[in-house]
């Protein structure tokens, strides 16, 4: 049986198409119950509702200064649709305790770069400024620390002669789209970590445009 994820976005969720694409199929493990958005005309909320997905918008900003009040909200909207895990894809928002202990385990993201280090954001401006030689993406559990929690996969790509942050952040896109539906995989059959990125290398995605 499939078990039921929810995505967040704030965004048009590039990330969030390539779970999308991955669910379909029907030997995937998960599938999407929920893209849950916290801006009302996310762009990705119209591209969910197109694959025949369910989608919610809760803003934030009714909320004011109360994000737990908003969380809330967010969770009981997830639970409503029988969500086990969540996926963030491009939420732009910093989750508190509330939200991240409701989720503990079972709540993913993932960070354009090689975790640990260059935590964060702008991060494909600081590996070219760094001198970094490898740069990637990393998903891992959500915890109370930001980028901080457990790595479940990476994938690399190598840092090229003239890239600019452009260059560079499209070419880990192409890997994120890759590695994120592997690795939300790997966790929910309970396969060891490095099963996501061997899934990625053996049965690789087509990029999400």
Not at 17 to 34: G, I, N, S, T
Not at 138 to 161: C, M, N, R, S
């Amino acid at each position: 049986m499939k078990r039921k994820v929810g995505i967040l976005i704030s965004g048009r969720g590039s990330n969030m198409q390539a779970l999308l694409a991955a669910a379909a199929a029907p030997d995937y493990p998960a599938e999407v119950a929920l893209v849950l958005s916290n801006v009302a005309d996310a762009p990705g909320l119209a591209l969910a509702a197109a694959a025949g997905v369910a989608t919610a918008a809760i803003p934030h900003k009714p909320f004011g200064r109360d994000r737990a009040a908003h969380e809330a909200a967010l969770i009981e909207r997830l639970e409503a649709a029988g969500v086990e895990y969540v996926c963030l894809a491009g939420y732009m928002r910093v989750l508190t305790p509330l939200f991240v202990r409701h989720y503990a385990g079972r709540m993913l993201n993932i960070h354009p770069s090689l975790l640990p280090g260059l935590e964060g954001v702008d991060t494909h401006a600081r590996a070219l400024a760094a001198g970094a030689r490898l740069h990637g993406c990393t998903v891992h559990l959500v915890t109370e620390d930001l980028d901080a929690g457990p790595i479940l996969a990476q994938a690399a790509v190598p840092v090229l002669p003239g890239d600019t942050p452009d260059t560079l952040a499209a070419r880990v896109l192409v890997q994120e789209h890759r590695l994120y539906p592997a690795a939300l995989a790997a966790l929910i059959s309970g396969a060891p970590h490095w099963a996501a990125e061997t899934a990625v290398l053996a049965n690789p995605l087509p990029p999400v445009a």
